[in-house]
């Protein structure tokens, strides 16, 4: 029952470069979300996704593109890193509708250190 | 803005029942939901209150009064597995708006 795979788990980048963390979902939930968490802090909304081919913006999303062109799949691009990205991302999904949609499923993190 | 207040800390002993308090100011509000997060890992769903009241989830109970902007999350019998941080989440922008988190409130549980 894998529910929400994100990956990598961990990753050291530095200033500058790029990458894609990647996330994906096998409910068939329609709403993908990424957040991210810094230490001893909620979680922040960098984007979400109501639907394949559908994207927008959350409380955070300098810095951050998102795509998504199946269900099941939702990663998140950084690019440029600053050490301000270091954070946990989350990548998140949810269904529509009645209880489904009101439980957000998330997936177990991914470690991110920018030098 | 959006706003969630909740303690940052709170300690309780085994066996014994603990409280932890959510008070939101939001931009429309379609229901406050509480998730577990144990160190290093996921947040996990607890409970959902669309409605006033309470409801009950086995030793878990969340209660909600739209009124006061305020909600409850109630842990009873409390185990020392319970040792996690647990988030108020308030859902804006309609029923299936995005979730606006609060910061957290870190429970100890003691022997």
């Known amino acids: 029952n894998a529910g929400v795979t994100q990956t990598p788990k961990f990753r050291i980048l530095k200033i500058g470069q790029s990458m894609t963390l990647q996330c994906t979902q096998d409910?068939?939930?329609?709403?993908m979300y990424w957040y991210r968490q810094d230490p001893g802090m909620g979680l922040k909304l960098i984007y979400y996704?109501?639907?394949?081919?559908?994207?927008d913006k959350g409380e955070v999303p300098n810095g951050y593109n998102v795509s998504r062109s199946t269900t099941e799949d939702f990663p998140l691009r950084l690019e440029l890193a600053a050490p301000s990205q270091t954070s946990v991302y989350f990548c998140?999904?949810?269904?529509?509708?009645?209880?489904?949609?009101?439980?957000?499923?998330f997936g177990e993190g991914s470690w991110l250190t920018v030098v | 803005g959006q706003s969630l207040e909740q303690p940052s800390e709170v300690t309780a002993v085994e066996g014994a029942i603990v409280q932890i308090n959510c008070t939101y100011q939001?931009?429309?509000?379609?229901?406050l939901s509480w998730y577990q997060q144990h160190d290093g890992g996921a947040p996990t769903f607890l409970s959902y209150?669309?409605?006033?009241g309470l409801e009950e989830t086995g030793r878990f109970s969340s209660f909600l009064s739209r009124s006061d902007s305020y909600g409850y999350l109630l842990l009873q019998e409390l185990q020392m597995k319970d040792s996690a941080s647990y988030f108020c989440?308030?859902?804006?922008?309609?029923?299936?708006?995005?979730?606006?988190f609060g910061k957290g409130t870190k429970l100890s549980v003691k022997p």
């Open positions: 989440a308030v859902r804006v922008g309609g029923s299936q708006g995005n979730l606006i």
């Open positions: 998140a999904s949810s269904g529509t509708g009645g209880p489904s949609g009101n439980t957000i499923y």
């Open positions: 996704s109501v639907g394949a081919g559908i994207t």
């Open positions: 409910m068939n939930h329609n709403y």
């Open positions: 209150n669309a409605l006033d």
């Open positions: 939001t931009s429309g509000f379609y229901g």
